[in-house]
């Protein structure tokens, strides 16, 4: 069974960074590609980023662009999200996903972990 594990949340200032990890388990890491989403109290869940089973590709959400950043260590299970330039709009609880794919991640993925929170003041 996959397992998602978020860690990495909690507050700070606008223009602070903050980097959130995902431990994977459960299936072969490296052959799916891993996503994060986010969802804000009373808002709509919202993809973050996506990153391809070998790397190779990433994607992001158009309010992150330039923003954030997705990485996978593959020796670790791991996928991480840094963010820089953080802004109180990006306060959110953010969720690691995956599913059966290689390279993009569908709009609603099967495996969710726990979220983490991230909250951002101006």
């Known amino acids: 069974q996959v397992q998602l594990v978020e860690s990495g949340g909690g507050s700070v200032q606008a223009g602070d960074s903050l980097r959130l990890s995902c431990a994977a388990s459960?299936?072969?890491?490296?052959?799916?590609?891993m996503g994060w989403f986010r969802q804000a109290p009373g808002k709509k869940r919202e993809f973050v980023a996506a990153?391809?089973?070998?790397?190779?590709?990433?994607y992001y959400g158009d309010s992150v662009q330039g923003r954030f950043t997705i990485s996978r260590d593959d020796a670790k299970n791991t996928v991480d999200l840094q963010m820089n330039s953080l802004k109180p709009e990006d306060t959110a609880v953010y969720y690691c996903?995956?599913?059966?794919?290689?390279?993009?991640?569908?709009?609603?993925?099967?495996?969710w972990g726990q979220g983490t929170q991230v909250t951002v003041s101006s």
């Open positions: 996903a995956t599913d059966h794919s290689r390279n993009a991640m569908p709009a609603s993925p099967r495996y």
């Open positions: 459960g299936r072969p890491f490296s052959s799916y590609a």
């Open positions: 990153i391809s089973w070998n790397g190779g590709n990433t």
